[in-house]
Every structure is written in structure tokens, then in C-alpha cells.
């Protein structure tokens, strides 16, 4: 097996179901895209770091 992954998984970080999805598919490599994993209306209640 090579040190870099051949075969490459995006799922969105915001989407759980789909991560025992992932898993299972046989990527080498599963990327969750962390830029939309809070939805706009939680955003609210988060903590504002200053």
C-alpha cells in the first residue's frame, strides 16, 4: 500500500448519517468538510471567542 491515499471520500461534516456510510464505502481517505458543519441557525448559540 502506498503512503498516499488513492481513493478519496468528501462527506459534509454537518451530515452524521453519512459517516457509517463513509466508513463502509473503502476509501483509503475520508475528508469531512468542517467549513459548513455548524448550520446557520446554531450558529447563533455558539460561544464567540474574542
Known sequence: M???PSSWLFT????QER???AIASGA???ILGLE??????A???EPTIT
Open 36 to 41: 459548513d458543519a455548524i448550520a446557520e441557525e
Open 43 to 45: 450558529k447563533a448559540d
Open 28 to 30: 483509503q481517505a475520508i
Open 12 to 15: 459534509p461534516g454537518a451530515r
Open 19 to 21: 459517516f457509517a456510510k
Open 2 to 4: 502506498s503512503a498516499f
